[in-house]
Every structure is written in structure tokens, then in C-alpha cells.
T-cell receptor, first 112, second 113 residues
Framework: AQSVTQLDSQVPVFEEAPVELRCNYS??????LFWYVQYPNQGLQLLLK??????LVKGINGFEAEFNKSQTSFHLRKPSVHISDTAEYFCAVRPKNEKLTFGTGTRLTIIP | DSGVTQTPKHLITATGQRVTLRCSPRSGDLSVYWYQQSLDQGLQFLIQYYNGEERAKGNILERFSAQQFPDLHSELNLSSLELGDSALYFC????????????FGDGTRLSIL
């Protein structure tokens, strides 16, 4: 069975600073990878996805993520964060024909 | 707007009661998923339906059941409610295929008093 690890439960970052949210996964087969964002009192919104091809994927709101097969990682990055990026971020993995598995989430707090 | 509609947004009820949560998927999506989100358990997959048939089961209690109707909307039924069932319940839908992302509704917040 697959699993997803988001080691950082909370990440505080100063406004306009860069941020990296870490995600590692384990799976015995190839996977599809996703990052979702959850703003307060809202549902999860898809930020970006890796299906195949280029390992660097760009998403909405200036976020990008890099798939690293050898390290089984899919870290999320943004070069300059804004107050509006305050939210919870979930990494998710889905092997082919299996269910989607979410990490425990990382709460990103932007400090003015 | 994800295109997934969940009703009601909030539900307050008492222990032992039964409630029904409703979900309308995005137009054209055949798959519907239900999730439970709580502070202590995180985001837990409950069940998936595909075109009216149960496709996958997760950590769904026997007191909970779901179904997907011919018009593809889905309902999650929660019975004999306990205090621990208080949580956010999300519905998501997707197009066919494991590589298709799931699109989430805004959830139903269930509070058991």
C-alpha cells in the first residue's frame, strides 16, 4: 500500500520569502502526484499535478513542484509568498487503479 | 468554484440521530468520493462510487452508508451518530481514470451535541 509523509506539520514564513513544503511518498508502483490547498472553511483546491513527462510542474498561484523519482519526493515551492497563501497544504499520491492517499497536511503561516 | 455542490453546509444534531449528506458532482464526472476530515484523524477516505456502483471502500464505519443515483448525485447516510462523528465531510468527483484529479466540494460541517 502507498503512503505519504509530510514531515512539517507547520511552516511559518515571512512575507515575500521563499518556501518549500516537503512531501515524500512510498509505493511499489508508479504513481500520480497531487498538491491540494485548503483555505479556512473551504474545501480542497487542486494546486498542481504530476502525471508524467517533465518533472517540474507549475500550478496555480505561482506554486511549482518537482518530482524526484530516486528520492520519492514531490516538494512544493514558491519563490515569494503572500499573506493570501496562508492555508493548509496537502500532498496526495495515487497509484494506477488505486485510491488517492493524502498526507497529514502542512499548515503554512505567513508572517507580515 | 469546483463545480461540486454539497448540502447542507452545516448540520447540528444529537447523538443517536441519523442524517443524510448530499453531493452533486461536476458535470460529466462519473466518480464520486466521500471523505471525513477531523482534527485527530486528518483526511480519511470513506467510499467511492462510479456510475452508480460502489468502486472502493476506505475507513467507513458500518453505521455509515452511501449510494449514487442514476443522475449521479450521491448521498452519505450517517446513523446512530456519536460525538466522535463530528467532522467535516467532503465529497469529491473526478472524470474516469486514476490520473484524473479529484475536485472537492466545500464540505458539510457536522456537529453532534
Amino acid at each position: 500500500a502507498q503512503s505519504v509523509t509530510q514531515l512539517d506539520s507547520q511552516v511559518p514564513v515571512f512575507e515575500e520569502a521563499p518556501v518549500e513544503l516537503r512531501c515524500n511518498y512510498s509505493s511499489s508502483v508508479s504513481v500520480y502526484l497531487f498538491w491540494y490547498v485548503q483555505y479556512p472553511n473551504q474545501g480542497l483546491q487542486l494546486l498542481l499535478k504530476y502525471l508524467s513527462g517533465s518533472t517540474l510542474v507549475k500550478g496555480i498561484n505561482g506554486f511549482e513542484a518537482e518530482f524526484n523519482k530516486s528520492q520519492t519526493s514531490f516538494h512544493l515551492r514558491k519563490p515569494s509568498v503572500h499573506i493570501s497563501d496562508t492555508a493548509e497544504y496537502f500532498c496526495a499520491v495515487r497509484p494506477k487503479n488505486e485510491k488517492l492517499t493524502f498526507g497529514t497536511g502542512t499548515r503554512l503561516t505567513i508572517i507580515p | 468554484d469546483s463545480g461540486v455542490t454539497q448540502t447542507p453546509k452545516h448540520l447540528i444534531t444529537a447523538t443517536g440521530q441519523r442524517v443524510t449528506l448530499r453531493c452533486s458532482p461536476r458535470s460529466g464526472d462519473l466518480s464520486v468520493y466521500w471523505y471525513q476530515q477531523s482534527l485527530d484523524q486528518g483526511l480519511q477516505f470513506l467510499i467511492q462510487y462510479y456510475n452508480g456502483e460502489e468502486r472502493a471502500k476506505g475507513n467507513i464505519l458500518e453505521r455509515f452508508s452511501a449510494q449514487q443515483f442514476p443522475d449521479l448525485h450521491s448521498e452519505l447516510n450517517l446513523s446512530s451518530l456519536e460525538l466522535g462523528d463530528s467532522a467535516l465531510y467532503f465529497c469529491a468527483s473526478s472524470a474516469t481514470g486514476s490520473n484524473q484529479p479529484q475536485h472537492f466540494g466545500d464540505g458539510t460541517r457536522l456537529s453532534i451535541l
